[in-house]
């Protein structure tokens, strides 16, 4: 949608109607620019002035569950991410020392409700938005200059990043939460917002993105996809976007008082940090500070430049505990030092030289200013090379006491493989045999020995393998893919079904990049469809990351939830991500259910890749007998059943660490895992029982056995 808008005033009063159920950002945006006309006039926002923007911006109350409070405060930062944009640079030429433009800014902040009610989202993902008098505070301790590359990894609703852009400097922007990264896309439209878990920031940049200055305010103590407190939380996302910082650039963090270089439990970890960047500012700030948004906890400063301390033992002595942003403010210009010059980086991303005046022209540029996204050079596909080895035991060897031994390639030799870059164990029974010899040899890139370990591609390898022949016996499938017969071979829609894999891998065997593997050698052979199935619409970035590694155009995986449900999908080629939660969608109405959908895009004679991974979401698929009774069957499982059945040609691979050791399902463990993890991660002692390379009845539920390796 393009909001088309000539002023401030006339935006609240010219509004088009709102339909019942509008977009949520764009509603969101909306309710912005009608509060914006209350900053410009100098009017506080009280509860009546914001119910009513977000009334009229929504066509609803609060009470029918079209909006949030949440959603109206992150309506009120845009508000005033739109006033800065408008005024802020005068603002600041006029304001020149940071002590004027904090007073106006406090002045303007006084003009917003307090934050005094929060959502389940907010609340796992700790998003308390940085105060903009915090924010200058951050943005003059990073002494931003026309040019610097300015990455915000966890953006918010971009009050930080609406001052680093007015101090001069170009904008990196990523944001986890899908609800504020579209705020920040209709606030910042010329600026394509990443998605990505800011944690792993640094594994998930392109290249060419590499800031001069990382501005940020990370959880404090919440991660992604994972449910409870995580103590290093900070200090991942602090490392990650420091590792991306070019050298002689600044980070600039905003943290819990608690992670400081002076706090024993933390003084390893910014040892650590220092052997990459060297600290040179920190100061803990009075809860007070925070206190309009939602919380009183103490918070933290730390100014860190890339580059490595003469001894990393030795920090600055902390400047203490501010009371309020003015003292902090103090301290930033008497105590942290000049900026370092700075190694060139690459061209940030393209944008018009010139910044739009208004709020309307700031929009109409956006699809200009957006840089197409540059597809990767395909590489060509080559057999991978590898020779059959007889394996017997070493002479003399014989098995330890341990629960584990190391874990080495037995049946086959890869010419020029690495081995894994983490020791590998397997169960002891497991290395006393050697899987048999196979005979298949994937079509991969020349180079995916430097991309995969040894181990790896012997996934790959044996995958290939078992998905070459077919079970016995041939089955007839009725219409809604739920019934399966046992049939004569001659019986008329009668199918074979292909065998399936299962891949059991551990934690840091690198399962994500096998199942990409995988793919790649199908796609190679001109199979150019295929789905990947996960347990979170998250996951996909890991999957675009694994797929990319392999010298594939990260794109090429594409989200289901793209295509609605009973259109249909027009990709000519493609790998499709999905979720079981959504795979399980039935049919409504005259819309065809999800499964109905993915195989009329795939056709019935599908030979393609169709990958399951965390495939133990899909247990109980059959049902069973319980202490209690009867165990009715998954949905998820029987989704994932009616996918197999539609699809009998298709190369399943089944990815899980924990495989099922009964037809009830409970959870085996995995084949092999690194060598720093002495147990299986649910944290049993047992291993191998339920893995690859044993006829699992994991099988069972999933319908397709798992290859005999």
């Not at 694994?546 to 990709?571: H, N």
């Not at 039935?586 to 895009?601: A, F, L, Y």
Request: net charge positive; glycine share 8%; aromatic share 6%.
């Amino acid at each position: 949608m393009t909001l088309a808008l000539t002023s401030a005033a006339a935006d609240a009063a010219a509004f088009p109607p709102v339909v019942p159920v509008p977009a949520a950002e764009v509603a969101a945006f909306g309710a912005a620019l009608r509060l914006l006309t209350h900053l410009e006039r100098g009017e506080r926002i009280d509860a009546t002035a914001l119910r009513g923007a977000m009334e009229a911006a929504f066509g609803a109350s609060d009470a029918t569950g079209a909006w949030t409070w949440k959603t109206a405060y992150d309506a009120c930062e845009a508000a005033t991410v739109l006033f800065l944009r408008k005024y802020g640079k005068a603002l600041f030429r006029k304001a020149a020392s940071p002590a004027a433009r904090l007073s106006a800014i406090t002045k303007i902040t006084g003009l917003l409700p307090t934050h005094t009610r929060r959502s389940e989202e907010s609340q796992a993902l700790q998003q308390f938005s940085t105060p903009t008098p915090l924010g200058l505070a951050a943005v003059t301790a990073a002494a931003i200059a026309p040019g610097d590359l300015v990455l915000e990894p966890s953006a918010g609703t971009g009050l930080i990043a609406i001052l680093a852009q007015i101090s001069g400097g170009e904008l990196l922007l990523n944001e986890l939460s899908d609800a504020r990264a579209d705020l920040l896309a209709a606030l910042f439209p010329a600026i394509a917002v990443s998605r990505f878990d800011a944690a792993q920031i640094d594994d998930h940049l392109p290249l060419t993105h590499a800031p001069t200055t990382v501005i940020m305010n990370p959880p404090f103590s919440a991660m992604a996809h994972v449910s409870g407190r995580m103590a290093d939380a900070a200090y991942r996302h602090v490392a990650s976007a420091l590792a991306r910082l070019v050298d002689g650039g600044r980070l600039v963090a905003i943290t819990g008082a608690n992670f400081g270089p002076e706090i024993p439990a933390w003084t390893d970890a910014f040892r650590r940090l220092q052997e990459r960047g060297r600290v040179v500012f920190t100061a803990a700030i009075d809860g007070s500070v925070y206190a309009r948004h939602g919380t009183t906890i103490e918070t933290r400063l730390t100014v860190i430049d890339k580059l490595p301390a003469d001894d990393p033992a030795i920090f600055p002595t902390s400047a203490g505990v501010a009371p309020d942003v003015a003292t902090l403010l103090g301290w930033i210009e008497a105590q942290v030092p000049s900026r370092l010059a700075t190694a060139t980086p690459p061209a940030p991303p393209a944008t018009s030289a010139a910044t739009p005046r208004t709020v309307r022209g700031y929009l109409a540029r956006a699809s200009a200013a957006r840089p197409a996204a540059s597809l990767a050079i395909e590489p060509e596909g080559v057999e991978l090379a590898y020779e059959t080895v007889e394996w017997t035991p070493p002479e003399g060897a014989r098995l330890t006491d341990a629960i584990y031994e190391e874990y080495g390639l037995q049946s086959i030799r890869i010419p020029g493989a690495q081995a894994h870059p983490t020791k590998l164990v397997q169960s002891a029974a497991m290395a006393s045999i050697a899987p048999p010899k196979p005979s298949y040899r994937p079509m991969l890139p020349a180079n995916i020995c430097d991309l995969l370990s040894d181990a790896q591609l012997e996934t790959v390898i044996f995958a290939g393998e078992a998905h070459s022949d077919f079970l016995a016996g041939s089955w007839t499938v009725d219409e809604t893919f739920d019934l399966v017969k046992a049939a004569p071979p001659d019986a008329e829609n009668a199918v074979r079904f292909r065998r399936g894999y299962m891949l059991g891998d551990g934690t840091g065997a690198g399962k994500g990049r096998q199942s990409a593997g995988i793919i790649l050698d199908n796609w190679l052979r001109g199979r150019r469809k295929a789905v990947w199935v996960s347990k979170s619409d998250k996951l996909i970035e890991d999957a675009q990351r694994d797929w990319s590694a392999l010298g594939m155009e990260r794109l090429i995986v594409t989200p289901l939830s793209r295509f609605p449900q009973g259109k249909p999908i027009t990709l000519s080629e493609g790998v499709l991500f999905t979720t079981y939660a959504t795979l399980r969608s039935d049919d409504r109405g005259e819309k065809v259910s999800r499964v109905r959908q993915i195989v009329d895009w795939l056709g019935s004679d599908f030979d393609g890749a169709i990958i399951f991974d965390e495939a133990h979401a899909m247990q109980n698929a059959a049902g069973g007998k319980g202490e209690r009774g009867d165990v009715a069957a998954s949905q998820q499982g029987r989704a994932g059943l009616r996918l197999q059945h539609a699809l009998p040609n298709a190369r399943v691979t089944y990815v899980s660490a924990t495989g099922a050791t009964t037809p009830m399902g409970r959870r085996g463990f995995s084949l092999r895992h690194p060598r720093r993890i002495r147990r299986s991660h649910r944290g049993r002692r047992r291993g191998g029982h339920g893995s690859a390379r044993a006829r699992s009845a994991f099988a069972r539920p999933l319908h397709r056995p798992v290859a005999l390796l």
